[in-house]
């Protein structure tokens, strides 16, 4: 019997594909990386019995990257890599893709492909046929690889995907291709150049990475455009007249000047005074028209993005996610469309009937269903999948809060595409006043329509209605000058942008909460009160140095001319070389011309931050100087000596102090301890050599723990105790620095122990080792403050296997996970010294994963 494999986007997806397509019915197992199961059942394709296998990816198979040698940033030119040679990696080399897929592809017929239906759908594709060809069975099948194309994870689509197999898209797949080796060319030339020279200059930029992005720059750019809209604005005064009248019942009506407001004061107070006169207001015309409200389009991502943002309070990458979660649990149709208008196919009626039993909207849907479905409006087809519609009833209790705001939504603005318009009276009544003509207007509800659905929508409900006759005279109560000042226009809204960047072409649907994610991350802008998104003073001077250099590297322009080529690739009409070919060779001109007047730019740093010598506070002294070295304390963390003109990374995200004003006994340099709290990671460690490993097999930025010195008593050789059972190759290694609250973490991963309070002097017997293969510790308390059993002031003992250790020991991990035993070598300092650690016996196993539970 013939197989036939098929390959999902995500786990959740592939169990929901073979859950629809086998009835029910299919058999579960675990595949080689335990990530990615794999569902087993038997069923025909092409007429004749096959056995399906149905697995995943989890996301992208591969990325890529520079080969190795280029990714050293102290060694390579920025402008090598718009030339260098780039390679595909696993994207998750610990899950293993590629070799599971090959595994389960071994002697298969088929190979059916169920990923997302988009551009980088149709790339995954091929990176999955890449991983699997070599694997399958050779055949003479013309036609081996087909592509399923769906839009809703419901039985009807995806068994009527799988009735009509397609084949990948191979200039899709390229267009994907090209688009990621130029955000890799581009962005990575001008991100190390940029971040290299002004962080070797600056100590306050607050960001660990300046980076430029050909989509994430032009972002920044409408932030900051609107950032000197308002700092150039000049507010000016103007006077308004407010004049009260009374109704015939006793109400009392602030009428609307119909010259809407003066900028001359003198003006204004003439006229105020000629109505003050007056004591009659007239009725001269009344006017009422029947007006309506139009229903929605049908939803796309944009405005899907749109819509969270100001009405939810949610980001737009927090909503797209959302969004993708409801999708695979089949709540929702796929999410990433810019289609908004509903095939003529598109069943409407049965996804109605779907919703109906909700107490949530089960009434409105039921009054639809009575009144007729109304046609939806005309909106955009852009060929790609159907708008986003819900496609399963969810409940406040199937989802969590966001989740069912979103969906809440989504539903909602569904049964409002296919209602009736809001219709309304809008009535208009002027009078006069002297020379003056006031009015007053109000709106009368004749049907609500989609608003009944999304209150939001609805007219405001506390518009005075008045009735008024024409020629009617009623006395003014009030005239009187009120004063105001313009007002600039407020900071750009993450709905705006959204707009803005569909506007001129920035990005995908794909990727536009991705950019905007980013500037948010890189500290550019901050996201004020409203979702308003504020551009920092790092933001603004970077935008304002490439508006000064090159004025195209900010503007949207250069991007949507890309994004147009890509789409030609996409569709077969470009060639994929000579697209990237004149992209690259045209931004390696401009980042030439960028490095030359980069001093441009950075006479904008030099008004707007401190440099590193006036930065941070005196910690530890350099080795080569022996004069101190200010810690720079905004990010990225670091050292910097400015008598030697040289800075010293550290690591991020922590506390740095000084060590006991200790020194590396290899370069002199005095050594500080980094660590983020008292339940997490710590270990000291050597500026210079966390820079520039003093040993080949030491990878940079390794501390203490990772040290090969074979005798520094802050080294892995002297503090190592025994090999992490959770992760590979990883060793447990005392944290010397950590007395009196004593640590034992590992160097690989997140796992620590507490241990031994209070205790005066921890020290790990280099000579002596228990059964289970850890090293002993040796620990000795001062008499008034011992914890040890019998108040013994001094014990030797295993931290895994001495029971009287056990009340004195804690674990911790930052991700709590249960323990993965692989059968490895003992720890890593007997390995490097050429000789195997005993892995612990079986029955001391149980011990030792019960400090992993």
């Known amino acids: 019997m013939k197989t036939a494999l098929m390959v999902a986007e995500k786990p959740s997806l592939a169990s929901s594909l073979a859950n629809i397509l086998s009835n029910g019915r299919s058999n579960s197992r675990k595949s080689m990386n335990s990530a990615c199961p794999v569902h087993e059942w038997s069923g025909t394709l092409f007429g004749e019995p096959v056995i399906f296998k149905m697995t995943s990816v989890c996301g992208h198979v591969m990325t890529l990257d520079f080969n190795s040698k280029f990714n050293n940033w102290d060694k390579v030119d920025p402008e090598e890599l718009f030339s260098c040679p780039t390679e595909k990696k696993e994207a998750s080399p610990k899950l293993r893709i590629p070799a599971m897929l090959s595994s389960e592809a071994r002697g298969v017929d088929f190979l059916i492909l169920w990923l997302d239906c988009d551009k980088e759908g149709e790339n995954i594709c091929f990176e999955v046929i890449d991983a699997v060809k070599s694997s399958m069975k050779r055949s003479g099948e013309v036609n081996r690889i087909w592509r399923a194309k769906f839009s809703a994870i419901t039985a009807k689509d995806i068994k009527g995907a799988m009735e009509r197999l397609d084949f990948p898209n191979r200039n899709e797949a390229m267009s994907v291709d090209a688009r990621q080796e130029l955000d890799l060319r581009i962005g990575c030339s001008f991100t190390r150049f940029q971040t290299k020279y002004f962080q070797g200059k600056y100590g306050d930029l607050d960001s660990s990475l300046i980076s430029y992005g050909p989509c994430q720059t032009p972002t920044l750019g409408f932030c900051v455009q609107r950032h000197d809209e308002i700092r150039r604005f000049k507010p000016e005064p103007y006077w308004v007249i407010q004049v009260t009248i009374q109704s015939k019942d006793g109400q009392d009506v602030v009428l609307n000047w119909e010259k809407g407001r003066c900028f001359e004061r003198d003006a204004s107070n003439s006229l105020l005074q000629a109505l003050k006169k007056q004591q009659i207001a007239t009725v001269v015309s009344i006017t009422q028209q029947e007006k309506s409200k139009q229903r929605p389009l049908a939803l796309n991502s944009v405005e899907l993005m749109r819509a969270a943002s100001t009405g939810l309070g949610m980001g737009p990458h927090h909503a797209m996610q959302l969004a993708e979660r409801l999708y695979t649990q089949g709540y929702i149709s796929y999410p990433r469309t810019e289609t908004s208008h509903y095939s003529d196919n598109f069943e409407l009626l049965p996804a109605l009937r779907t919703l109906q039993k909700s107490n949530e909207w089960g009434q409105e849907i039921r009054q639809v269903l009575n009144n007729g479905l109304t046609r939806p409006r005309n909106g955009k087809d852009c060929g790609d999948h159907p708008p986003i519609t819900p496609t399963m009833l969810a409940s406040r209790n199937d989802l969590d809060g966001d989740s069912w705001k979103l969906y809440d ?398 009340y004195l020991v804690e674990k911790f991990r930052a991700q709590a996970s249960k323990p993965v035993f692989n059968s490895r070598q003992g720890r890593g300092k007997a390995k490097h010294k050429g000789k195997g650690k005993p892995k612990p016996p079986k029955d001391k196993m149980a011990q030792l994963a019960s400090y992993f539970v």
């Open 409 to 806: 939504f989504i539903v909602r603005h569904f049964i409002a595409t296919i209602s009736k318009d809001c219709k309304y009276y809008s009535k208009t009544v002027t009078f006069k006043i002297g020379s003056e003509m006031f009015t007053y207007n109000w709106r009368t509800l004749i049907d609500a329509g989609f608003t009944a659905i999304t209150p939001w929508k609805a007219l405001p409900k506390n518009e005075l209605a008045v009735n008024f006759e024409r020629d009617e005279k009623l006395n003014i109560k009030d005239a009187r000058l009120t004063d105001h000042m313009t007002s600039p226009p407020g900071y750009l809204t993450e709905s705006e942008l959204i707009s803005m960047m569909e506007k001129h072409g920035i990005g995908t649907d794909a990727s536009i909460p991705v950019h905007i994610n980013n500037i948010s991350q890189r500290n550019y802008v901050t996201v004020a009160t409203g979702r308003r998104l504020v551009p920092t003073n790092l933001g603004i001077v970077l935008v304002h140095g490439y508006q000064k250099i090159d004025k195209q590297l900010v503007e949207p322009t250069m991007r949507s001319t890309i994004e147009d080529q890509l789409n030609l690739i996409a569709k077969g009409e470009a060639n994929y070389d000579r697209v990237l070919r004149q992209t690259i060779e045209a931004f390696r001109q401009k980042y030439l011309y960028f490095v030359k007047s980069i001093e441009a730019m950075d006479s904008l740093f030099e008004v707007s931050f401190t440099t590193l010598a006036a930065s941070g506070k005196a910690l530890s002294r350099c080795g080569k100087c022996r004069r101190y070295m200010k810690l720079i304390i905004a990010k990225p963390s670091r050292l910097h000596c400015s008598h030697c003109d040289e800075t010293y990374n550290l690591p991020q995200n922590g506390n740095i102090r000084i060590y006991k004003e200790l020194k590396c006994p290899l370069d002199d340099f005095e050594l500080v301890t980094w660590s983020t709290g008292n339940k997490g990671r710590s270990y000291p460690l050597c500026p210079y050599c966390y820079n520039q490993p003093a040993f080949r097999d030491m990878k940079k930025h390794s501390g203490c723990n990772l040290c090969l010195h074979p005798t520094c008593p802050q080294g892995f050789y002297v503090n190592g105790i025994a090999s992490c059972l959770q992760c590979d190759n990883g060793v447990l290694v005392l944290d010397p620095s950590s007395g009196p609250k004593w640590k034992v973490g590992c160097n690989k991963c997140d796992v620590i122990f507490h241990l031994f309070e209070d205790a005066h002097k921890i020290t790990v017997e280099e000579s002596k080792e228990c059964d289970c293969g850890a090293q002993l510790l040796k620990i000795e308390y001062k008499e008034e403050r011992t914890r040890l059993p019998r108040d013994l002031i001094e014990m030797t003992g295993c931290l895994f296997c001495c029971e009287e250790f056990g």
